[in-house]
């Protein structure tokens, strides 16, 4: 399963999350987490993670949020720093999963 980049969207009003980027951070796990499972998967499924920040600084704090998403193994994952993102979000993240 591809999961295409998914921004800090509540997909029930279409608003951007508020807050700081653990908010963020939190919008869009929650978003991956529904999508991954109207696919009949989960999560634990996932096998790598692609990572998008605004502020490589805030990497700390978005880990902290992104990590309790996964058990004791984790995809893999690469984090990028980037000049911007749609509607000027704090995060982005896609995912690939496997059975």
């Not at 987490?33 to 490589?56: E, I, N, W």
Request: aromatic share 8%; net charge negative; glycine share 8%.
């Amino acid at each position: 399963l591809f999961v295409s980049g998914q921004v800090p969207i509540d997909p029930a009003t279409g608003d951007l999350a508020a807050g700081d980027i653990e908010a963020q951070t939190r919008q869009v796990m929650e978003n991956l987490k529904a999508v991954v499972a109207a696919a009949g998967m989960s999560l634990a499924d996932a096998l790598k993670a692609t990572c998008f920040l605004k502020d490589m600084g805030e990497f700390a704090r978005f880990n902290a949020v992104y990590g309790t998403y996964f058990g004791d193994t984790p995809p893999a994952r690469e984090t990028v720093e980037v000049a911007r993102l749609p509607r000027d979000v704090r995060v982005e993240v896609s995912l690939i999963c496997g059975l």
